[in-house]
């Protein structure tokens, strides 16, 4: 499985942005889709998850009511729709994909696609 994340840039706070994720080659594999983020300095965080059949989502607390995950299944691409962001959403964001959990640990993920930089500015 191969991943290629999009969308990142440099926002001011209260603004939108929008993350999309494509999957190519075995995604019949895939049981899980998931959004991490890291800031400098600090660790990988689970940001949302969608579960590949069926469609259940989980959300880290701190984004619960800003940031949407949703699937494009013609395009096999998983979307992260971020709203009312804020200066601690700044990161890189990384998608992943496990063969196996829905997991919210990083270590859990077979595939990830390269970061894509989020700034959200003060």
């Known amino acids: 499985v191969q991943l290629q994340a999009f969308g990142g840039g440099l926002v001011q706070a209260g603004g939108s942005l929008r993350l999309s994720c494509a999957a190519s080659?075995?995604?019949?594999?895939?049981?899980?889709m998931t959004w991490f983020r890291q800031a400098p300095g600090k660790d990988r965080d689970f940001v949302a998850t969608m579960y590949w059949s069926g469609g259940t989502t989980y959300y880290a607390d701190s984004v619960k009511g800003r940031f949407t995950i949703s699937r494009d299944n013609a395009k096999n691409t998983v979307n992260l729709q971020m709203n009312s962001l804020k200066p601690e959403d700044t990161g890189v964001y990384y998608c992943a994909a496990s063969r196996s959990s829905g997991s919210q640990r990083a270590y859990d993920y077979d595939y990830w696609g390269q970061g894509t930089l989020v700034t959200v500015s003060s």
């Open positions: 080659g075995r995604t019949y594999s895939i049981y899980s």
